[in-house]
């Protein structure tokens, strides 16, 4: 707790480590998205959140939704986003 406290104490940038993991193989798309902050790591499972029955329903708005976290993710140039070989990722 202290940890997560002296970090905002100092101002210090908001730093993002980011990773997408998916299966061997050419043309397959990404599985799993790693996003690290300095205290927390969360792992999206992309492919649960662009699954599409094609009725509309609940999927839908959760793919949506990914999309909308994406864009502001990848736009906020306050965050400083790091990641090894990610133009590759994220082909």
């Known amino acids: 707790e202290y940890e997560k406290n ?4 100092q101002r210090l940038p908001v730093v993002l480590g980011l990773d997408c993991e998916w299966k061997p193989g050419d043309n397959t798309p990404v599985s799993l998205f790693q996003v690290a902050t300095r205290e927390n790591v ?18 839908k708005g959760t793919a949506e939704a990914f999309d ?13 986003k790091l990641g090894f070989g990610f133009d590759y990722d994220i082909k």
């Open 68 to 80: 909308a976290f994406l864009k502001l993710l990848f736009e906020n140039e306050t965050l400083i």
């Open 6 to 9: 002296s970090y905002r104490r």
């Open 42 to 59: 969360y792992l999206l499972d992309v492919f649960a959140f662009m699954m599409d029955t094609g009725g509309g329903g609940e999927e």
